[in-house]
């Protein structure tokens, strides 16, 4: 599904001094896999996942995203990626405040070029339970459903790969427990998860876990069935 | 179909930010109501200033000959050559094809007039008696002095009704005798009031007396100040202009090459002259409304580039989900032209009722012309997309990660 080999990512500060968030970065996720990335502030989980997410391109190294090379892709390709292969779940949810929660679960679908489809953003929104509270604004559901909404986004286009940046970050714990749920269940339909995370007991339900540190991956590890029951 | 949908979304974002859009189109809509209420000034003023130069010039079917060169202002018999004779006049009423009839003129305005201890200097008009008739003037009273008067030189006067309001108040001026540079003269005549000239002077302030009195009994001048010309048919002043000026160098005896020592004034000359001070004045006008749209234009642009800002969010959002910058930069683009095009509409509607209030307070029949109104719609519209295109384009450069991390 994802092979990164060699990447580098290399900010210039303002001061033109240059900075390496990722140095030679080679990682090889296969299709259903559920991956949690995780290190310190400042390590380069965000650099590596905005690059996976072809929001952003490595300064150098190459990236293959289900067969394709997406290192060289304009633009306009990286988009259509973006829209068509991937779903992104982001720490601050994203959504558009004054917006109900089904006209923001319908965004994606915006730029996929056909009509854009209610029911479907309907039943999305009703398999992440939250089919009652479509027509409210997004501002006032609470974090948990917000970011449901959010996941109902991501998933609209039918993306085979997730990335989430940190998705239970701004939530309690009970909040936290149901979309790790929600997760699991993604990952057990087949979907490949990639997830950046602080929180031990988040990455602990992930099969395998990346660590990174000052822009390198310093452990790669599968956690063996013991573990996890642990 | 993907920009159908983008449009809706573009939609939706304007009743979003409703107040910001509803400040967008009030600039857009005061832009467009000030192209509008000048563009109604505008052609008002031309109206009225060709109404009052027909004032003055009568008819535009009258040729006017003046001695001298190039003499600027309103002649008088103090600051003429005498190049211009009484036998000019019968000349050119004789020779020239296309002439109706010809007026003589000899004028002053520096002559004292008096009616027992009323004194005023108004201006002295001699003249033929075709005069009348060439000027479009009215008698209000009694009449106006006659080929007869001319012929035998008699003392009478027709005055204009400033004169007559100065000199004899309520009093009834005709068979009354007033002095005109110590000169008794009947009053036969009173004019009607022709109201102010181009420059805003009364056209009132004046006694009339016929020419050849002027010329032998009061003013002892054998030249004249002016020759008025009408011609049969008004389409053919250019060419009767051109023949007069032709007899007169012959009369004058004037090498070639040498300057003329008269000067003709062609009505339609004088038409496209107008025109012209009239063109600059639009132009100002013009210039001014463009500034107004300019203004909307410009509130467009500070409002749109301080949204970008504050979207910058879902500007990353929409990224992540599937937008590239073409399409960032289409929804920004639409959401300037259709609130520009609002806002165009409404200052339409708001000008109408400024046109009305404008005609109203000129005392013009309102001037609104419906093509230029679509055109000011089209033009704010135009306006939005131009003025729009700069945050359009921020907001298509935004980068995303640095958006979403905000």
New interface residues.
């Given amino acids: 599904m994802i092979l990164v080999e060699n990447i580098s990512k290399i900010h210039r500060r303002n001061d033109g001094a240059p900075v390496h968030a990722l140095r030679n970065v080679s990682i090889s996720i296969s299709a259903g896999e559920f991956v949690t990335i995780r290190g310190a502030s400042g390590s380069g989980k965000?650099s590596l996942l905005?690059i996976l997410?072809c929001?952003?391109r490595p300064t150098g190294g190459s990236y293959r995203l289900a067969g394709e090379d997406v290192s060289s892709y304009s633009?306009?390709s990286?988009?259509?990626i973006?829209?068509?292969k991937i779903g992104?779940v982001?720490q601050?949810f994203?959504l558009?405040p004054?917006?109900t929660a089904v006209?923001n679960v319908e965004?994606?679908?915006?730029?996929?070029?056909?009509?854009?489809d209610r029911r479907r953003a309907l039943r999305a929104l009703e398999r992440v339970g939250l089919g009652a509270r479509a027509r409210h604004f997004a501002a006032e559901l609470s974090g948990g459903e917000q970011q449901r909404v959010a996941i109902a986004?991501a998933l609209i286009?039918d993306p085979a790969l997730v990335l989430a940046d940190e998705p239970t970050g701004n939530l309690d714990f009970a909040a936290s427990s149901e979309i790790m749920r929600i997760f699991k269940e993604l990952h057990a339909d087949g979907r490949t998860i990639v997830m950046v995370t602080h929180d031990e007991s988040v990455a602990a339900h992930a099969r395998r876990q990346i660590l990174l540190s000052d822009g390198a991956v310093i452990a790669d590890a599968a956690i063996c069935a013991e573990e996890r029951r642990r | 179909m993907k920009s159908i949908e983008q449009c809706k979304q573009g939609l939706r974002a304007i009743v979003r930010f409703r107040r910001r859009s509803v400040f967008m189109m009030a600039g857009i809509a005061i832009g467009v109501a000030t192209l509008s209420v000048l563009n109604s000034i505008g052609e008002n003023t031309r109206r009225d200033t060709v109404k009052r130069v027909k004032n003055m010039l009568g008819t535009f079917d009258t040729v006017m000959v003046r001695p001298g060169g190039k003499t600027r202002g309103m002649v008088s018999l103090s600051n003429v050559d005498p190049s211009l004779k009484f036998e000019d006049a019968a000349a050119i009423a004789r020779e020239i094809a296309g002439v109706k009839q010809v007026a003589r003129l000899q004028n002053a305005f520096d002559i004292d007039v008096t009616y027992r201890d009323q004194q005023i200097s108004p201006a002295v008009f001699g003249v033929s008696e075709n005069w009348l008739a060439l000027r479009g003037d009215e008698v209000e009273q009694g009449s106006f002095v006659s080929a007869e008067d001319d012929r035998r030189m008699m003392r009478v006067a027709v005055i204009g009704s400033d004169v007559r309001k100065s000199l004899f108040e309520q009093e009834s001026p005709i068979g009354k005798t007033i002095r005109i540079g110590g000169v008794p003269f009947e009053v036969k005549g009173v004019l009607a009031s022709r109201g102010a000239g181009p420059a805003g002077a009364s056209l009132d302030n004046i006694v009339i007396i016929p020419v050849t009195t002027a010329s032998r009994r009061l003013f002892n001048r054998d030249f004249l100040t002016m020759i008025i010309v009408q011609v049969k048919d008004p389409g053919d002043s250019t060419r009767v202009a051109a023949a007069i000026s032709r007899l007169l160098r012959e009369r004058h005896q004037l090498a070639p090459g040498a300057l003329d020592d008269f000067n003709i004034t062609d009505p339609q000359a004088v038409l496209a002259q107008l025109t012209k001070v009239n063109s600059t004045l639009a132009m100002i006008l013009r210039g001014v409304a463009f500034l107004g749209m300019f203004g909307g234009g410009v509130v467009i642009m500070a409002l749109m580039t301080l949204g970008v800002s504050e979207r910058r969010r879902e500007i990353g959002l929409r990224q992540s989900v599937g937008a590239n910058r073409g399409d960032i930069l289409f929804q920004f683009l639409f959401e300037a032209f259709v609130v520009a095009s609002f806002g165009g509409f409404f200052g339409a509607a708001v000008s109408w009722g400024g046109v009305e209030a404008v005609a109203a307070y000129q005392k013009l029949p309102a001037v609104f012309d419906r093509q230029a109104l679509l055109a000011s719609i089209a033009l704010a519209a135009i306006v939005g997309v131009v003025f729009g295109s700069y945050p359009a384009w921020k907001a298509s450069r935004v980068d995303p990660v640095a958006a979403l991390r905000s």
């Fill in positions: 965000s905005n997410g929001l952003d633009d306009r990286l988009a259509r973006r829209n068509q992104f982001f601050a994203q558009l004054r917006t006209e965004i994606p679908m915006v730029y996929s070029g056909g009509r854009v986004r286009n």
